[in-house]
């Protein structure tokens, strides 16, 4: 497993003499030469990761890798192909091992004029706030290692035919997915699956005795077919004092919900459809950066207290603020999010409502050599709580050397409950080109 890895970043860092290595910031912006190919490499980063409590497992290691390929055949008409190799190790109890290969950046790019069509696997990431954008429903969403990376980490391409057309400061951005792909979820055994089949619980439910015993012995699988909807996004920016967006569509549940069948005794992740809209702004005031969303969503699914799935409506709304005090080398990101199921009259299983502020703070030292930085989550009103401090050798760029915390705790219905045994230690690794 992780030899194959490694096999992979050799055969794309031994390239043969004449060929370009590509960089990622070279796509979409900059034009590839005409009738040259060029590989590259998107990302690499190793990681090992020392849990801390009995009830978790020991260890685990992981490798990520993403080779690339790039050509333009004539001028507008770009191709690219791209993968993503993850290689997980567990040790412990459950002990296991899995390697994945992803559909990364892969597609055919045309543009004429104004006017960008691009059709393949994707990355879509929509949405003004950070780490939490509830604008966020195209992207395909990557649980293999739970909330540890960053948002830009947690999301896959995902199967699209993508229309982009810009009328001065507006641009207009149209999205249909034709095959639903699911979350890409961890094997039922990792510390990271939102089942955790030897206690019964589930990620986001308080599940009774009955439903935890149910958990345990049922078969868990997934159920992901059809198409994935469509979606459409228009945007102003540049224009002071305000830029803002609005966003419609009708697209499948990005997380998944599990639906218990008791007679098959099977625990099936589906993804229901979904149909929202939203609006969002970002303005600058007082020297710092304000960023607004607000989203209602029709098809919302939660579990009645038999286990049925019912469904309802949901307003969510986030506001963030970005502030650098003393001009640039600290950097604080704080963000205050809002959900509210209506629509269901009975008890559920889930949240019916929930308050939580989270955010990031990061500054650099040792003539900007080294950074410390710190993201947390908190549930208001209800105990939810994650902490990640991180410090990172920078100053051989483009690598990052780094040794983190991450630290869990809360209630059962919520990710710092759920994930309460899996406080760990990370050193790590990371390369970005």
Not at 5 to 31: E, F, K, N, R, Y
Request: aromatic share 10%; net charge neutral.
């Amino acid at each position: 497993m992780i030899r194959c890895v490694w096999m992979a970043i050799a055969c794309v860092v031994a390239l043969p003499s004449g060929v370009t290595l590509a960089q990622s910031g070279d796509s979409p912006g900059v034009t590839v030469p005409r009738s040259s190919v060029r590989f590259g490499l998107d990302a690499a980063q190793a990681e090992a990761d020392a849990f801390l409590r009995g009830t978790a497992p020991d260890h685990s290691l992981w490798l990520r890798v993403d080779p690339n390929v790039q050509w333009q055949p004539q001028r507008g008409l770009e191709l690219r192909a791209a993968v993503r190799l993850d290689a997980y190790r567990q040790s412990g109890r459950p002990a296991f091992s899995d390697t994945e290969i992803e559909p990364a950046e892969t597609y055919v790019r045309w543009r004429q004029g104004s006017a960008r069509f691009t059709v393949g696997a994707q990355t879509m990431i929509w949405g003004r706030v950070d780490e939490l954008p509830l604008i966020d429903r195209v992207s395909r969403v990557d649980l293999a290692r739970g909330p540890l990376d960053r948002l830009q980490d947690r999301r896959l391409a995902n199967w699209a035919l993508r229309w982009e057309q810009n009328w001065g400061d507006y641009k207009s951005d149209l999205i249909v997915l034709p095959h639903s792909l699911g979350a890409r979820l961890p094997d039922v055994r990792s510390a990271w699956s939102p089942v955790n089949q030897a206690s019964g619980e589930v990620l986001g439910i308080d599940a009774p005795p009955a439903l935890q015993a149910f958990v345990r012995g049922a078969s868990v699988r997934e159920d992901v077919h059809g198409a994935g909807g469509a979606a459409w996004r228009l945007t102003r920016t540049g224009v002071p004092p305000l830029d803002f967006g609005v966003t419609f569509g009708r697209v499948r549940q990005p997380l998944p919900y599990y639906r218990a069948d008791f007679l098959a005794k099977t625990f099936t992740a589906t993804y229901p459809w979904q149909t929202f809209g939203g609006v969002d702004a970002e303005w600058v005031a007082g020297g710092l950066t304000w960023r607004t969303e607000l989203v209602a969503t029709d098809g919302v699914p939660a579990t009645a207290l038999d286990g049925r799935m019912l469904t309802g409506r949901s307003l969510e709304w986030a506001g963030g603020m970005e502030w650098f005090p003393g001009g640039g080398e600290t950097r604080l990101n704080l963000q205050l999010v809002a959900r509210h199921l209506s629509g269901v009259d009975e008890r559920t299983l889930e949240l019916k409502r929930y308050v939580g502020l989270n955010g990031e703070a990061a500054t650099t030292f040792g003539q900007g050599r080294w950074k410390l930085s710190a993201r947390f989550a908190s549930g208001l009103g209800v105990h939810d709580v994650y902490v990640s401090p991180k410090l990172s050798y920078v100053g051989w760029e483009p690598h990052e050397f780094y040794i983190a915390a991450h630290v869990f705790s809360g209630e059962r219905r919520t990710v710092g409950g759920f994930y309460r045994d899996n406080d760990l230690i990370a050193v790590g690794v990371k390369t970005r080109f």
